[in-house]
């Protein structure tokens, strides 16, 4: 997986699948919240799935932080499984 922050948009190329994953999304996600941005938007552009503590990480920024996330999925299959578990609307998700 690699990642590059912009700003407040989060690029994230490959796959999703280990813990230093998650630990990569996580410092960049409050990397970008300390800077002081209050809306962050992930595109993830080639990820096939994505794991359970990335999931966790989402919504706690959404829920406790107060940002608001905007996901942008590149893979249809990731897609559809977001929208398995009716997590579409929680994380503005939209295709590209």
């Given at each position: 997986?690699?990642?590059?922050?912009d700003d407040s948009l989060i690029t994230i190329e490959g796959n999703i699948k280990s813990v230093s994953d998650y630990t990569e999304i996580?410092?960049?996600l409050q990397t970008a919240i300390s800077n002081g941005h209050d809306s962050v938007v992930i595109?993830?552009?080639?990820s096939i799935s994505i794991t359970s503590s990335v999931i966790g990480i989402f919504l706690k920024v959404i829920k406790k932080d107060g940002i608001s996330l905007s996901v942008q999925i590149?893979?249809?299959?990731?897609?559809?499984l977001l929208n398995e578990l009716n997590l579409l609307a929680v994380f503005n998700v939209r295709q590209i």
């Open positions: 997986m690699k990642i590059t922050r996580q410092g960049h595109k993830i552009v080639d590149g893979n249809k299959h990731l897609y559809d």
